[in-house]
């Protein structure tokens, strides 16, 4: 079992930055594979970028390529994701995921990640 805890979200205006935390509870965090997703209103929740459970592998969505960065740090039972030259197109609910690892570290379909934090609310305003 995971219990994740997102923060860090909040109001920012367009160009600027924010870094989400999610922290996770047990002692085999680094056996899983991390994601992060987000959902803005009346839209599916999108992966935004990935993580492999050593930290030597990332994803990121084509949206956010060179603007986020994915990071962890096992020893904190942490990942980190750095949101810089943020969009309006940006604003979404972040979800952080988890799924013990496999061969294949991210998924876009969510339903293949068994545990979920609340989410934490990113809104960028122009």
């Known amino acids: 079992q995971v219990q994740l805890v997102e923060s860090g979200g909040g109001l920012v205006q367009a160009g600027g930055s924010l870094r989400l935390s999610c922290a996770a509870s047990?002692?085999?965090?680094?056996?899983?594979?991390m994601g992060w997703f987000r959902q803005a209103p009346g839209k599916e929740r999108d992966l935004v970028a990935a993580?492999?459970?050593?930290?030597?592998?990332?994803y990121y969505a084509d949206s956010v390529k060179g603007r986020f960065t994915l990071s962890r740090d096992n020893a904190k039972n942490t990942v980190y994701l750095q949101m810089n030259s943020l969009k309006p197109e940006d604003t979404a609910v972040y979800y952080c995921?988890?799924?013990?690892?496999?061969?294949?570290?991210?998924?876009?379909?969510?339903?293949?990640?068994?545990?979920w934090g609340q989410g934490t609310q990113v809104t960028v305003s122009p």
């Open positions: 995921a988890a799924e013990p690892r496999r061969t294949t570290y991210y998924y876009t379909d969510p339903t293949e990640y068994d545990y």
């Open positions: 047990g002692r085999t965090f680094s056996t899983y594979d």
């Open positions: 993580i492999s459970w050593s930290g030597a592998r990332t």
